[in-house]
């Protein structure tokens, strides 16, 4: 059975739990997803990139995303091929995406990106690294879980 859950509890679990998330933005009704790091931290998400590419050059004209991530993948198999199924726990989001310039909120955002991926954040990353580094800022709209059990 399919659940769409709005629990702010549930939504945060299976962010935390995610290791990939799938972010869609789109330029001149030409969609474009890419994978990538993130950290959570409400009202936003935040991913980083390089100083110059596609994400930039989108987002620099339409602010509008769409992110996914999803856990718990089970196949679940049947005799009869339209009784298979695929188990899973998922977040939507949607929201706006704009680049952070403040220097404190890129480092915040850093440090967050570091240690959810099992880093110690340090807080002092060398100017060259900041200099090569964007960090996009995603402030949530709205965010939808579903489970399908």
């Given amino acids: 059975m399919k659940e769409y859950i709005t ?4 939504v945060e679990e299976i962010l ?3 290791s990939v998330c799938r972010v869609g933005f789109c330029l001149d009704d030409v969609p474009y997803v890419v994978p990538m790091n ?7 998400v935040y991913i980083h990139t390089g ?3 596609r994400k ?3 987002i620099a004209k339409n602010e509008n ?11 679940k198999m049947s005799q009869s091929p339209c009784a298979c199924g695929m188990r899973y726990r998922s977040v ?6 704009s680049v952070v310039e403040e220097r404190r909120e890129t480092v915040e955002a850093l440090d ?18 900041l200099e090569k580094t964007v960090v996009i800022r995603i402030k949530l709209d709205s965010l939808t879980a579903r489970v399908k059990a």
């Fill in 16 to 18: 935390s739990a995610a």
């Fill in 92 to 97: 939507i989001g949607f929201g706006k995406a």
């Fill in 65 to 75: 995303v769409c992110f996914e991530v999803d856990i718990d993948h089970e196949l």
């Fill in 56 to 58: 930039l050059d989108i």
């Fill in 51 to 53: 100083t110059a590419g």
């Fill in 7 to 10: 629990d702010p509890k549930v």
């Fill in 112 to 129: 967050a990106l570091v240690e959810r991926y099992g880093g110690p954040a340090s807080s002092e990353y060398p100017d060259e690294v």
């Fill in 38 to 44: 993130f950290a959570f931290s409400d009202p936003f």
